[in-house]
């Protein structure tokens, strides 16, 4: 079992900026990948990064080179620098870390959910 508890959301302007925790604790020694999604009212959750255990990225388009993933192996943490933050950007993040059992069962473990506001 793994527990995700973020942190870090809250209300900003357009063209500001958020930092987004994500404190991961129980079995992290079986996580594979660890990231972020989104959920914004009337859509479905989307993925925004994910990091792996060896640091490879992946990002939506709609934030590459603006939203920034890293991670902490030492604190089993995960952060999500957003940059130059859009209305459309407005959403509930959720933390995702992802384990595979030796006979490559996937599992997904999620946080609470932190929400972003983006407006003026």
């Known amino acids: 079992q793994v527990q995700l508890v973020e942190s870090g959301g809250g209300l900003v302007q357009p063209g500001g900026s958020l930092r987004l925790s994500c404190a991961a604790s129980g079995s992290i020694f079986s996580i594979n990948v660890m990231g972020w999604y989104r959920q914004a009212p009337g859509k479905q959750r989307e993925l925004v990064a994910t990091?792996?255990?060896?640091?490879?990225?992946n990002y939506a388009d709609s934030v590459k080179g603006r939203f920034t993933i890293s991670r902490d192996n030492a604190k089993n943490g995960v952060y999500l620098q957003m940059n130059s933050l859009k209305p459309e950007d407005t959403a509930v993040y959720y933390c995702n870390a992802v384990t595979l059992s030796p006979f490559g069962t996937r599992r997904d473990y999620w946080g609470q959910g932190t929400q972003v506001t983006v407006s003026s």
């Open positions: 990091i792996t255990n060896g640091g490879s990225t």
